[in-house]
């Protein structure tokens, strides 16, 4: 099982940016999600990255404003968070889906494929307001 770190949240006013990092060793045999849960809510999904990263996935609500990239050589997946909303917060998860059981990226984002998840994070805080 893999140890991930999550840092980079904060307090932000509305249409300020973050970046997010998840990093662990060995993070390049996995697939990644970003999973986001606000208080009295279920948690949701974000975005999603393929192991290679040449395939990503984005929630309706975070589409043209929030960016996903890895680079493998640091064992590090970001999310780049821009234009963000006070709707945007919420505790930001990343979490781990060992390549041999990754299908789509599309099927990781969603609440059922949450459970396939093999590590989670510890998560870190995403404040929007002014």
């Known amino acids: 099982q893999l140890q991930l770190v999550e840092s980079g949240g904060g307090l932000v006013q509305p249409g300020g940016s973050l970046r997010l990092s998840c990093a662990a060793s060995?993070?390049?045999?996995?697939?990644i999600g970003w999973f986001r849960q606000a208080p009295g809510k279920e948690r949701e999904g974000v975005s999603c990255?393929?192991?290679?990263?040449?395939?990503?996935n984005y929630a309706d609500s975070v589409k043209g404003r929030f960016t996903i990239s890895r680079d493998n050589a640091k064992n590090t997946v970001y999310l780049q968070m821009n234009s963000l909303k006070p709707e945007d917060t919420a505790i930001y998860y990343c979490?781990?889906?060992?390549?041999?059981?990754?299908?789509?990226?599309?099927?990781?984002?969603?609440?059922?494929?949450?459970?396939?998840?093999?590590?989670w994070g510890q998560g870190t805080q995403v404040t929007v307001s002014s």
């Open positions: 979490a781990a889906l060992h390549f041999k059981k990754f299908t789509t990226v599309q099927t990781m984002c969603i609440p059922l494929g949450m459970k396939r998840f093999d590590s």
């Open positions: 060995g993070l390049d045999y996995y697939a």
């Open positions: 990255i393929s192991p290679s990263g040449g395939s990503t």
